[in-house]
């Protein structure tokens, strides 16, 4: 109740921003008008596909969003090493991890969502058993358990290591199931249905806006990292001055007994 | 003490509590078996899919055993604030870890047996390839055990383990169930010759071994924080 206003934000270790506020105000601008081209671009400026058609214009938004997720889940295992190795431990990395594992699985929905709404009407169906789309889903399902690990009450340096294990156990698996699916759909099938976006004969505006996608989404991933991180970061000292606030009325309870009654056998 | 010893006597415990508590035997084997018996409802035995898919129903079965295998085993750590026992014994933590895995592995491996008699029996398959079957359940037990045991432990002294335990675990074991089932699928000649489960077994094995390193590093600073 005393707190004053300046206060608000900066508790514990972790210090409210990741990045200076002007910063994050120009990144916001920028991935906005970034996002603003690349629609421009995406859905105008770029011609059909010869084969696909207008559908494949969502791969200028499902490669950018897959890019993502790869990135974010990097991320977060970058972080969560740095917070298990004792000279880098702060709770500013097991936040950063958290951050970015919750952006990672958004674009991971997101990427699976895309790709559906474009495998209708060039493959045909809504789903495949293909590689590629296997891994993501069960990386979506992967860190999806870590999220909800993460929320589970605990004090900091308990969630943080918890979840740093975590996150590890789980980036460690990423390469096997992606071994062990690729040997499934591959072994026995003459020929896997294939994501043709990546092909190296696709050039000019077309490669320009999905360029320009992949940049646009990274912008975008650094703002609402920063904006996911002082969230959390301002959470965990609100608890923090709640837990302070709670204890500074017990003890003004304890040592201020209520006038109207005697007080019996009271120990100093 | 050596670790080897040490393990033994986490594992020895564990058994023991199982040989006086048949949990695992009363509950968590007759569970496998109604799961095989879903699976002749969901699948009509007529159509003569049964014997077809009849490994991947196995390790499904397997997989949902081993669920609760692994809740057993930290369960059993809960009542009488055990954890607290066995953090206090002096013990290795990787040599805890072996033991309990090793424990639940063994249980798993008795499970097998009896549900891939089930299976014979109940979806009509006629065994062979002994060869390659066994290595294959071997490497997958051991794998299912390591992963189960380290989610098992993180998972350990929550309120919500029960439900959290599936989420954490059975993305993990995609690559089990992969490997396993077309190891078995390989071997019983449903789907290629018997060289063809090489490959998977070597995934499984790897798995078994990446997890077992993992769980050795990590199962102390998870004991601590549980």
Redesign the interface.
């Known amino acids: 109740m005393t707190t004053s206003p300046e206060v608000t934000g900066r508790g514990g270790s972790s210090q409210g921003r990741l990045l200076p506020a002007p910063v994050s105000v120009a990144l916001g601008w920028a991935s906005l008008a970034s996002l603003v081209l690349l629609a421009l671009f995406g859905l105008w400026g770029a011609p059909p596909d010869a084969v696909q058609g207008d559908a494949q214009r969502i791969m200028y938004v499902h490669v950018p969003a897959a890019w993502l997720a790869y990135l974010a889940f990097g991320v977060t295992a970058v972080a969560s090493i740095l917070y298990l190795w004792p000279r880098t431990r702060s709770t500013v990395w097991d936040l950063i991890a958290g951050s970015s594992a919750e952006l990672g699985v958004l674009f991971t929905g997101l990427t699976l969502v895309l790709g559906s709404l474009w495998g209708r009407p060039v493959w045909g169906v809504w789903w495949a058993w293909d590689a590629r789309l296997t891994t993501t889903a ?1 990386l979506f ?2 860190y ?3 999220l ?2 993460r929320r ?1 009450p605990a004090s900091p340096e ?1 969630r943080g ?2 979840c740093a ?2 996150a ?3 980036f ?2 990423v390469p ?2 992606h ?3 690729n ?2 759909r591959t ?2 099938q003459q020929a896997t249905v294939f994501n043709p976006q990546l092909n190296p004969e696709i050039h000019g505006v077309m490669a320009f806006t999905l360029w320009l996608g992949v940049l646009a989404f990274t912008i975008l991933y650094v703002y609402l990292l920063d904006k996911r991180y002082r969230l959390a970061a301002l959470e965990e000292g609100q608890e923090e001055r709640e837990l302070e606030t709670a204890i500074a009325e017990r003890v003004a309870d304890a040592t201020a007994p209520t006038p109207a009654e005697p007080t019996v056998g009271a120990t100093p | 003490m050596t670790l080897l010893s040490e393990l033994w006597l986490v594992t020895a415990k564990d058994l023991r509590i199982e040989a006086r508590s048949r949990v695992t035997l009363a509950q968590v084997l007759p569970f496998g078996l109604i799961v095989l018996i879903l699976f002749a409802f969901a699948l009509d035995p007529d159509r003569g899919l049964l014997p077809k898919v009849a490994p991947g129903l196995f390790w499904v079965a397997v997989l949902l055993a081993a669920l609760l295998a692994v809740s057993r085993a930290f369960s059993i750590e809960q009542a009488n604030s055990a954890r607290d026992g066995l953090r206090l014994s002096g013990l290795d933590a990787g040599a805890m870890f072996l033991g309990k895995a090793l424990a639940v592995a063994l249980q798993l491996l008795a499970l097998e047996v009896v549900l891939g008699l089930g299976v014979v029996l109940f979806y009509d398959l006629t065994p062979k390839a002994a060869e390659v079957l066994v290595p294959a359940a071997v490497a997958a037990t051991l794998g299912l055990a390591a992963a189960g045991t ?2 098992g432990v ?2 350990a002294g ?3 383990r029960e439900t ?1 335990l599936p ?2 675990l ?3 074991l ?2 089990v169930m ?2 396993a089932t ?1 190891a078995f699928e390989a071997g019983l000649g449903l ?2 010759s018997a060289g ?1 489960a090489w ?2 077994v070597e ?1 499984l094995a ?2 078994a071994v ?2 077992t390193t ?1 769980g050795f590093l ?1 199962f102390g ?2 004991l601590e ?1 549980a």
């Open positions: 069960v399902f992967l999806l358990g870590y909800s690990l589970i308990t290591k918890r294990i975590a590890l156990i789980a460690v698996d096997i199931v071994l062990s699916v040997w499934w072994l026995h | 380290l989610y993180l998972a929550l309120r919500v959290l989420l954490l059975l993305p993990v995609a690559p992969l490997g077309r789907n290629g063809e490959p998977w995934l790897l798995f990446i997890y993992l990590a600073p998870l924080e």
